[in-house]
């Protein structure tokens, strides 16, 4: 009996830290199915788990994490250090700051404000990489990965719903 | 209105400076320290140096280990569309397979010459190692082109090395650290290349599109004219970044706007790499043979036989390229005298059928001259009542036999 709860329990510690675990492995992974060779195709999935869960204020969800993650991503990617960082911890503050002001939560209407957050933040990253570090960027890059990564959000939350509600029950 | 604005200064107080128990740092705290971080890491500070090269280390390792997963897919999905197209391939590859061969001999000639001549020009020989370096992370960026070999400072790698797919150019080294380096790849809009295009002997610079295709910038005004599809584009050297001669990929037009344009396919598919070649080059001074015989002889010192040291190099060139010449010459020696058995050959079984053919028309005259004979010939016989006709088997009573034979056709 001793033995079956503490398996439980560690189970539910497993559980509990999966999308920091995922966001750690989306980072170092990339997921950019690259090889479907398909032209622009892109998505940015820390943006929204960072959106979500911070929306959520999901109690094993850290900044610190978060932050170190984005310092992860910049050195995978190769862009200078603190981009990434920067841009997620924006999506945090942004996040938090709309949970704070919300009273009654619509989804659709977090769908837009996301679109909106992302739009802001990687036209912020573009800016800083071609203003201060030179580098050359393809402005339909980042249109096409913001425009799926807002379409993706939405298959993305209920698939966060479902896990939500597994850690509840 | 006022209370509306202290919900906004709350709201954005909380989402910044509220930190509750489970969160170790608040939200401005962490902005302010990555905002450090992008100012740090844009300054080439060597301590800062040292801590990336630390954290790059770290984080390509773990990179690559939680990319396996995700490369088993790919790699199915590779060898999948592999197996479907792999006949046809196979065809194809044997008639390159052919072509390269016969290219092979002169290709040798005139490296070996072109080394000599070099050595000649420079008073330095560059040699060069091609390491095996393994693709770690070669996650394709939709911004960055880039990918992470397992070679790095240990194995003399520097920035600016030049990396190939079998002898392509792929891209060269950004980043070295201890054991990993990162490569620029020639897609990357970052990138640029001096060029010549064959056989238009046109220069160039190829940059990277951000896609799988370079475009071609920089070019002198009326020379794009010149330019047609399928022109080798190769390594200028020029700026002494990439190794001369260094095939890239072949131009192909295409419709951009009202003008026909020129984008450079890689003869290398950089989604593709698994494996690549780190050119690591070591310089050692030559000492000229002039120079060798200056230290023994002062009296040999002189232009004249500086000149005859050179035309003795020349004349080593000539005859090494004369002895590869004669050994062709010997191939193609025996070619011909085999080909000559061949055609003897033939003509003696030209000349059978010849025979074959006489005898067959020689016996139809004789088959036509039986059947008129049995026709006609009780009317050329001479016999006691018939005293004008002939003797069988004389020729006169052969020539009666056709001319009757005539008469009745």
């Known amino acids: 009996m001793m033995v079956s709860l503490r398996t439980k329990s560690s189970f539910l510690k497993i559980y509990s830290w999966l999308p920091i675990l995922a966001l750690y492995i989306s980072v170092l992974n990339e997921f950019d199915l690259n090889y479907l060779n398909l032209e622009y195709f892109s998505f940015n999935f820390p943006f929204i788990l960072i959106f979500f869960f911070t929306l959520k204020d999901f109690k094993h969800f850290d900044y610190f994490l978060v932050f170190i993650a984005g310092l992860f991503n910049d050195t995978v990617v190769g862009l200078p250090l603190g981009i990434s960082s920067l841009s997620y911890l924006l999506i945090c503050i942004a996040a938090a700051y709309i949970r704070n002001i919300t009273i009654r939560p619509n989804p659709v209407k977090d769908w837009f404000y996301f679109l909106f957050i992302i739009s802001l933040i990687n036209s912020l990253n573009y800016t800083v990489l071609t203003l201060f570090f030179s580098f050359d960027l393809i402005l339909m890059s980042y249109l096409v990965n913001v425009f799926f990564t807002f379409t993706f959000y939405i298959i993305f939350v209920s698939i966060f719903k479902y896990y939500m509600r597994g850690l509840n029950d | ?409």
Request: proline share 2%.
């Open chain 2, 1 to 409: 209105m006022a209370s509306s604005r202290d919900d906004f200064i709350i709201a954005i107080r909380s989402a910044f400076l509220k930190k509750s128990t489970k969160q170790k740092f608040s939200l401005l705290t962490l902005l302010s320290i990555s905002i450090f971080v992008i100012v740090l890491s844009s300054l080439d500070l060597k301590v800062i140096k040292y801590l990336k090269v630390g954290i790059n280390e770290i984080v390509y390792r773990s990179s690559f280990i939680v990319s396996i997963p995700e490369n088993l897919i790919k790699n199915a999905f590779i060898q999948t569309t592999e197996y479907t197209t792999f006949f046809n391939r196979y065809k194809r590859n044997i008639i390159e397979l052919e072509n390269l061969k016969s290219n092979y001999v002169s290709n040798e000639i005139i490296q070996f010459e072109n080394k000599e001549l070099k050595e000649l020009i420079n008073n330095y020989a560059l040699s060069s190692d091609k390491i095996l370096a393994k693709i770690i992370v070669d996650h394709d960026s939709p911004f960055l082109k880039s990918i992470i070999i397992n070679k790095g400072s240990k194995d003399k790698i520097k920035i600016g090395t030049n990396i190939y797919d079998q002898s392509y150019l792929v891209g060269r080294v950004i980043e070295v650290n201890y054991k990993t380096s990162r490569v620029l790849l020639l897609s990357d809009l970052n990138s640029n290349v001096p060029v010549t295009i064959a056989p238009q002997n046109i220069q160039a610079i190829v940059t990277g599109s951000g896609s799988d295709y370079g475009q071609i910038k920089y070019i002198q005004s009326g020379l794009s004219d010149a330019l047609v599809d399928d022109s080798i584009v190769y390594t200028s050297g020029t700026g002494a970044i990439f190794k001369s001669g260094v095939p890239i990929g072949k131009l192909q037009s295409f419709i951009g706007g009202s003008i026909n344009e020129y984008k450079v396919e890689f003869y290398s598919d950089f989604t593709q790499l698994k494996y690549v070649f780190a050119e690591v080059i070591t310089k050692t001074e030559i000492i000229k043979p002039e120079e060798k015989v200056a230290e023994n002889n002062d009296e040999t010192n002189n232009p004249l036989n500086v000149k005859l040291k050179i035309l003795e190099d020349e004349l080593k060139i000539i005859e090494e390229t004369n002895r590869k010449f004669q050994e062709e010459n010997e191939i193609l020696k025996n070619e011909i005298n085999d080909l000559n058995f061949k055609v003897s050959n033939l003509n003696n079984q030209i000349s059978s059928q010849k025979k074959t053919i006489n005898q067959f028309d020689i016996d139809n005259q004789e088959l036509d001259f039986l059947k008129l004979n049995l026709k006609h010939g009780h009317k050329c016989r001479r016999t006691f009542l018939n005293t004008d006709g002939f003797i069988v088997g004389t020729l006169e009573y052969k020539s009666c036999v056709l001319s009757k034979g005539a008469n009745d056709g």
